[in-house]
């Protein structure tokens, strides 16, 4: 804990609207604010229109972190937020996830300040199929196959993408190897997210010393919430 506290990793609380109650919120904030967490990632892959922008607006009263959209769609995309991850889902081969929903995204963006990170989104298969797999149709890629990660991370980035997310998948059974995230963190100039299936400040630490710059947990606090006890500021 001390490593990371010392040095300038950053972490994310992943809220789902879905899976929070408007009544919940300003409690659950308590527990982020007294915990290492640097921003506040907002996005499921299915929410209610509107419920994001609800949402957002609770946890905006509570808290002075950023908070950044990870949208599953761009039903999602609220001008309460501080950023958006304009993610492009480049393990897949759907172009509606690909650049489709982007196009239909811009008239919305238009009439927002919000600040739009290109993103290379890379779900990696964990042992269970995910709901990123479910919603978007797309294959993850094979954990076994290291050579075709990391020419996926760096084609995002010739692209121009200005972050890499490793995505195991929300509630994974198993979260992004170290050997994987230090593979990839080799490869690439840009920063690196790793999410999916992380539950314990031991594979939270091993994917930062692998070398993660920022890391993101849902489920494990949806779970339960005593978890931030131990990722106390
Ligand atoms: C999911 O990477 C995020 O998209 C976080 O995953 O919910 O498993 O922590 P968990």
């Known amino acids: 804990m001390t490593a990371i506290k010392n040095s300038d990793k950053l972490f994310a609380v992943l809220i789902d609207p879905e899976k929070i109650s408007l009544k919940n919120v300003s409690g659950f904030m308590d527990k982020v604010n007294r915990s290492i967490a640097t921003h506040i990632f907002v996005g499921g892959s299915t929410v209610d229109e509107n419920q994001t922008d609800i949402i957002i607006k ?11 959209l990870f949208p599953g769609d761009i039903t999602q995309i609220s001008n309460k937020a501080d950023a958006l991850l304009f993610l492009s889902l480049i393990s897949g081969r759907n172009a509606e996830y690909l650049i489709s929903k982007h196009v ?38 094979s954990r076994s196959n290291l050579n075709q990660i990391i020419d996926t991370a760096r084609a995002g980035e010739l692209l121009g993408m200005k972050l890499i997310y490793l995505e195991a998948g929300s509630g994974a059974l198993e979260p992004i190897t170290p050997e994987i995230i230090s593979a990839v963190k080799k490869e690439i100039n840009i920063p690196l997210i790793v999410g999916g299936g992380i539950r314990s400040i031991n594979q939270l630490e091993k994917a930062y010393i692998s070398g993660a710059d920022l890391v993101v947990i849902g489920t494990a606090f949806e779970e339960d919430d005593s978890f931030f006890d131990q990722l106390k500021n």
Do not use: C
């Open 58 to 68: 609770e946890i905006k009263k509570a808290t002075s972190l950023p908070v950044v």
């Open 104 to 141: 239909k995204a811009v008239a919305k963006l238009r009439n927002t300040n919000l600040e739009v990170i290109p993103t290379g989104y890379i779900l990696i298969e964990n042992g269970k199929q995910t709901s990123v797999e479910r919603v978007t149709e797309t294959k993850p890629l």
